[in-house]
């Protein structure tokens, strides 16, 4: 059963930067495709960039697009998101998922909220 902790999280003013981390336990890492999400309050859980497996291909939302960047490391079974050029609209609690298939994990972790000043 998976499980997801994300950190690195912080109050930063815009256009700073921040790289969020996300460890996973309980999977075998390289069979998972791995996503960062994040829900703004009011709305809903939206995908923000996404990472398969072997790290060789990712694919961001246009909001994040050029500014963000995902990666992982299988030996540490780590994925990270590095932002930069923060806006006051990426102000929201950032969560990480794992797929296997189609199907992200029920387990979410606890989140960690990054707030952008304008």
């Known amino acids: 059963q998976v499980h997801l902790v994300e950190s690195g999280g912080a109050f930063v003013q815009s256009g700073g930067s921040l790289r969020l981390s996300c460890e996973a336990s309980?999977?075998?890492?390289?069979?998972?495709?791995m996503g960062w999400f994040r829900q703004a309050p009011g709305k809903e859980r939206q995908l923000v960039a996404y990472i398969e497996t072997t790290g060789t291909r990712t694919n961001y939302d246009d909001s994040v697009k050029g500014r963000f960047t995902i990666s992982r490391d299988g030996a540490k079974k780590m994925t990270y998101l590095q932002m930069n050029s923060l806006k006051p609209d990426d102000t929201a609690v950032y969560y990480c998922?794992?797929?296997?298939?189609?199907?992200?994990?029920?387990?979410w972790g606890q989140g960690t909220q990054v707030t952008v000043s304008s």
């Open positions: 309980g999977i075998i890492f390289g069979n998972y495709n």
């Open positions: 998922n794992a797929q296997y298939g189609r199907k992200w994990s029920d387990n």
